[in-house]
């Protein structure tokens, strides 16, 4: 059996595990297309509500915070922090900020990561510059804003994301990745501090059918050995 075949059934046994626990509320809140799925699956998910949403919270979220929490990052700076929502209007808020993506209201739960933007005088810069040291001026004229804003990935925060969303997974959580969102709309809605910048949202919720398995380039598309040959 293929690699990904295997997560996906890994992925539907712990969907039915939690669908025979009783987990699952007769209503749901159904995750409408809204972005790429994380991983293999297809972007429709469904979260249950109540009593499932309570659950989920509580055994949950902890756990998968704390796979955020032990994520490696360069130098062991750790610049970023974790938003957790779930207060249902202040989802709806956020939903509207991500350009009216509707769906986004149903998540019980939404976990935005914010960059912390190490100041210049710490050394911020220093790494992109020696990254591209032709453009090593260019890159110390900048105004701050603008180059947080172009810089915040070098921060990493799609690692502690990456592994908050393989934590729930093994836990038959599903997640789906925002990337489509007005920043300093949502920057203002969870009041942060002008050297933060929330860089992605990740909703969480619990599948309502087994996933789906999306078709993904081989190796031999994606890997060279040493030496690039087109």
Known sequence: MKYSKKIALL??????????????????????????????????????ASSA?????????????????LSPSGGNEQSWKFGVLTD???????????????WLKSA????????????AERGGRDVQAARFPHLAAEFRALDNELYG???????????????????????GIYSTWVSYFDVTKVGSLLHLPADSIASEIIAFG???????????KSLEQLV????YQP
């Open 149 to 171: 804003s172009l810089n915040m990935e070098e921060h990493q925060t799609k690692i502690p994301g990456t592994h908050m969303v393989l934590q729930a997974l093994s836990a």
């Open 108 to 119: 019980p739960l939404l976990i935005v990561l914010v960059t912390v933007i190490v100041a």
């Open 224 to 227: 060279f050995y040493n030496l």
């Open 88 to 102: 249902k209007d202040l989802i709806a808020q956020v939903a509207e900020a991500a350009y009216n993506q509707r």
């Open 53 to 69: 949403t309570s659950q989920f919270r509580r055994k949950w979220c902890q756990s998968i915070l704390e796979a955020g929490r």
């Open 11 to 48: 992925g539907y046994l712990v969907y039915k595990r939690k669908r025979l626990s009783g987990l699952g509320d007769k209503k749901k809140y159904v995750f409408r297309r809204g972005g790429d799925l994380c991983w293999i699956y297809s972007p429709n998910v469904v979260a249950y």
């Open 206 to 216: 619990y599948p309502d059918s087994p996933p789906k398995i999306q078709a993904k």
